[in-house]
């Protein structure tokens, strides 16, 4: 039987164990945060200097000047377009650097395991690990890490720019909040059950595929076709059943 993955139950420990294969990668990891303060910070600039400009220009119909705001505005979303371009490639090479190393941890480690882990799991569990669990790990690093930063900042820089400008509206605004706060705590919550249900879902189906391709003859020899081809629809139901869930989720 297979066992379930599991939360990590130090998730402090996790995180510094992560980072024991993260650090030789720091300075490009820290070099992606800096691109994504610059960028969080050109993308609240560009909406802020296109509203100054209608307010001068276009309200007052002024036309000195206005020439060298479109040349500031073309500026700010060329440095916005660089800096998301180096933020994405360091992040990434930081990602695919990490996800190559904890991969070959992993594999080493699968090494020196006895004999008596593997009889207690399917083989298409510990596939399901060392390729779908690496490859989600893989797309966090390319992409989840840079948004969650990327919003935060964004979030912070919009509160201050709107409080700039109206302190009523913002608190207006603001109510809502907590009300997000709790729906996205309750999506978390069932996003992450959903998820070790599509998994574990994965790894049966990889087991029980890996298991009918190498015992094909035994298969055929016994007419077990259509018996194999129900189950794997089967299998395949649940996965399918857990994918639109946690991507419903």
């Given amino acids: 039987m297979g066992a379930s993955p599991q939360r990590a139950k130090n ?7 992560l980072w024991a294969f993260i650090a030789p990668q720091k300075r490009k990891l820290f070099a992606a945060m800096a691109m ?6 050109l993308a609240l600039a560009g909406p802020y200097v296109i509203g100054w400009t209608v307010d001068v220009y276009i309200v007052e119909r002024r036309t000195d000047g206005f020439l060298a705001t479109l040349v500031l505005l073309l500026a700010i979303y060329m440095a916005l377009g ?3 371009f180096l933020q994405n490639y ?3 090479d930081v990602g695919q650097r990490t996800v190559h190393a904890i991969r070959e941890r992993l594999f080493r480690h699968f090494h020196e395991l006895p004999i008596s882990f593997f009889d207690r799991r399917q083989q298409g569990e510990l596939m399901s690990r060392i390729t779908n669990d690496i490859d989600n790990m893989s797309q966090t690093f390319n992409s ?3 948004q969650v930063v990327s919003s935060t900042l964004t979030l912070m820089g ?5 409080l700039s400008q109206s302190v009523v509206l913002t608190i207006v605004t603001l109510v809502v909040v907590p009300l997000m706060y709790v729906g996205m705590r309750w ?3 069932r996003t992450r059950v959903r998820f070790r249900e599509q998994q574990r879902a994965l790894g049966e189906m990889n087991g029980f595929i890996e298991e009918v391709i190498s015992g094909q003859k035994v298969v055929k020899l016994f ?3 259509e018996r194999m081809e129900s189950e794997l629809a089967r299998k395949n139901a649940e996965l399918i059943f857990g994918g639109v869930f946690y991507d419903g989720t």
């Fill in 90 to 92: 360091w992040m990434i």
């Fill in 223 to 225: 007419s077990q076709e």
């Fill in 158 to 162: 919009a509160i201050v720019v709107m």
């Fill in 11 to 17: 998730s402090v420990g996790t995180l510094r164990r």
């Fill in 36 to 41: 994504v303060v610059v960028s969080s910070a």
């Fill in 82 to 84: 660089a800096a998301t």
């Fill in 187 to 189: 999506i978390t919550n």
């Fill in 144 to 146: 989840t890490v840079v």
